[in-house]
């Protein structure tokens, strides 16, 4: 039994509750992600630095998702270790702040990326012909580089808000912030989430909203994408605002919820409760992004078949240049113009 706040969970009261499920369902998830998430990033970045140079627009973003989503999960097994231990953590203070830091920096580069691949769809797909002048690799690399300063420039204060202590005779890594800063670090939070959240969503919103609009008017929809390239940009809508749907939302919702009862010192132990649990219970789950934005690779586009059988010749060690009717680069399989 634990009372609420341990590890940055305190409560205002004296609500106590087992967390025994946690130290069974985070190592499990952690762990899952993990082992999907290293071997698919670490595949489609070795198939974009293999066949996709010059790298297209799409695939600058892409290489850049992958990026994140690999420092992050090189990050879990640390976290696997100490849900392991109890909670205890072993690593130090460096790979405390490290480690938190890495896990906000996944998740709001991906969505940044996001916004920027969906914007680049947008304009290819509504403007084709005006957009053709910022629709080239170094706005996507200028894009790409501006998403990674924000985020940086975002999340420095979590750097200064998590660290160790001493909490129960074990040294602990606070995912959030000690309890005398925890009013601070919600105003932080907040202001986080809808600079990083709420502001990109928006943007995607509108974005496929308006190609909704013209892939529905069939006659323009054609004469300005084809049928195939309308077929993929429906495609690309399903598959992102999924994404979104079963990663990002929930765990913002989760997460927000938590902090907001946390911070209004809410008497109501069942609340504290339920909080405590859908935080934890949403936490891991956003990390699934990092199995999925691989995957959405090899799903937004019509050459999956000859695409792995470029990459089982290249690990047979055979060129590519070998291959019958060639087949296309990595960056073409996300149905990106540019």
């Known amino acids: 039994m634990e009372k609420l706040g341990s590890n940055a969970s305190r409560g205002p009261g004296l609500c106590w509750y087992s967390e025994d499920y946690k130290q069974v369902y985070l190592p499990v998830t952690y762990s899952a992600i993990f082992l999907l998430g290293l071997p698919l990033n670490s595949a489609v970045l070795w198939l974009c630095w293999r066949q996709a140079k010059p790298w297209s627009c799409a695939t600058t973003y892409l290489v850049n998702l992958m990026v994140a ?92 808000f998590s660290h160790t202590d001493h909490v ?45 609009r013209t892939l529905a008017t069939p006659e323009e929809a054609l004469e300005r994408t084809g049928s195939s390239a309308r077929a993929k940009s429906m495609r690309t809508i399903l598959l992102v ?13 989760a997460r927000s919820f938590y902090l907001a009862v946390r911070f209004l010192r809410s008497q109501d132990c069942q609340l504290l409760t339920a909080a405590s649990l859908a935080s934890k219970i949403w936490r891991p789950l956003v990390s699934m992004s990092s199995c999925l934005n691989p995957i959405l690779y090899f799903l937004l586009g019509g050459n999956r078949v000859k695409l792995l059988q470029r990459l089982r010749q290249n690990w047979g060690g055979e060129h590519a240049d070998g291959v019958a009717g060639g087949v296309p680069r990595a960056g073409q399989i996300w149905v990106l113009p540019g």
């Not at 605002?241 to 919702?253: A, D, E, K, S």
């Open 69 to 160: 989503d690999l420092l992050y999960v090189l990050t879990l097994p640390f976290l696997v270790a100490t849900y392991c231990l109890d909670d205890a953590w072993p690593f130090g203070e460096l790979l405390c702040r490290l480690v938190r830091f890495l896990f906000y920096c996944n998740i709001y580069s991906s969505i940044l990326l996001l916004t920027c691949i969906s914007v680049h769809r947008f304009l290819g797909v509504c403007h084709p012909l005006r957009s053709l002048p910022y629709r080239t690799r170094r706005h996507a690399r200028l894009g790409a580089a501006a998403s990674w300063a924000l985020v940086v420039l975002l999340l420095l204060p979590t750097l200064v």
């Open 168 to 212: 129960n005779g074990q040294t602990i890594c606070y995912d959030t912030t000690n309890p005398e800063k925890f009013d601070e670090y919600f105003s932080y939070s907040m202001a986080l989430m809808l600079s990083g959240f709420v502001l990109p969503s928006a943007v995607i919103l509108v974005c496929y909203s308006l190609m909704l």
């Open 241 to 253: 605002c999924g994404l979104f749907t079963l990663c990002f939302v929930p765990f913002h919702l």
